[in-house]
């Protein structure tokens, strides 16, 4: 298992400015996910982040806007870029660090841009 | 790429009464986890189905994989008022990349005491 923390839990920022999210595992692990959930939707993986390698990015995601960074195996940002309120979401971090392949999520940072 | 339809989107129950949620996958899964989100909370594992037909039972909860390993069924037995929350089913292609999951919409089920 494994507990992770995010940082901030919420904020509220202005369109055109950028937000980082900082993700904290308590424990080493070799993959860390990004995830965006729109209130009452599902979860939709931005990228994938290994550690000592450019982030892996999902259909739709680019690096431009949501930069990511893994300097070690404990921690992971992901930044927001020029964002617009169609940014509001929920962002989600997850690790891979269960016996059976279950990931562990962060409790999320829930942002609203205006 | 990997699609992961699930029904219904929403269920209301009498406690009590059972209920269940149905995940099919566009492509054969290796795996198929479920995760259970309380009403502002995050997704939490429940359990992970890896063998075709596999069954497994948690207390109340049964979960099954289909033949084929690309369905999968979520059924609780008595729900309680405890048992609220969006349950999502999350498959892992076969063909995939290792560890990346593909989220169903969830379904948000309510049980009125």
């Known amino acids: 298992s494994a507990v992770i923390s995010q940082k901030p839990s919420r904020d509220i920022c202005q369109r055109g400015t950028s937000l980082t999210i900082q993700c904290q595992v308590d424990?080493?692990?070799?993959?860390m996910f990004w995830y965006r959930q729109q209130p009452g939707q599902s979860l939709t993986l931005i990228a994938t982040?290994?550690?000592?390698?450019?982030?892996?990015?999902e259909s739709g995601f680019v690096i431009d806007k949501f930069p990511i960074s893994r300097p070690n195996l404990t921690f992971s940002t992901l930044t927001v870029s020029n964002m617009s309120p169609e940014d509001s979401s929920i962002y989600l971090c997850?690790?891979?660090?269960?016996?059976?392949?279950?990931?562990?999520f962060g409790p999320g940072t829930r942002l609203t841009v205006t | 790429g990997q699609q992961v339809m699930q029904i219904p989107q929403y269920q209301h129950v009498q406690e009590g009464e059972d209920f269940t949620t149905y995940c099919n996958s566009s492509?054969?899964?290796?795996?198929i986890q479920w995760y259970k989100q309380r009403p502002g909370g995050h997704p939490v594992f429940l359990i992970q189905?890896?063998?075709?037909?596999e069954v497994k039972k948690q207390k109340r909860l049964t979960f099954q994989f289909g033949e084929a390993k690309k369905n999968s069924s979520l059924h609780i037995t008595a729900t309680q008022t405890t048992d609220v929350g969006t349950y999502f089913c999350?498959?892992?292609?076969?063909?995939?990349?290792?560890?990346?999951?593909?989220f169903g919409k969830g379904t948000l089920l309510t049980v009125n005491p």
């Open positions: 424990s080493q692990v070799t993959m």
């Open positions: 997850s690790v891979d660090a269960g016996e059976f392949g279950e990931q562990y």
């Open positions: 982040a290994n550690q000592g390698s450019e982030a892996t990015y």
């Open positions: 492509t054969t899964l290796s795996n």
């Open positions: 999350a498959g892992e292609d076969s063909g995939g990349s290792n560890y990346k999951l593909t």
């Open positions: 189905l890896v063998k075709s037909g």
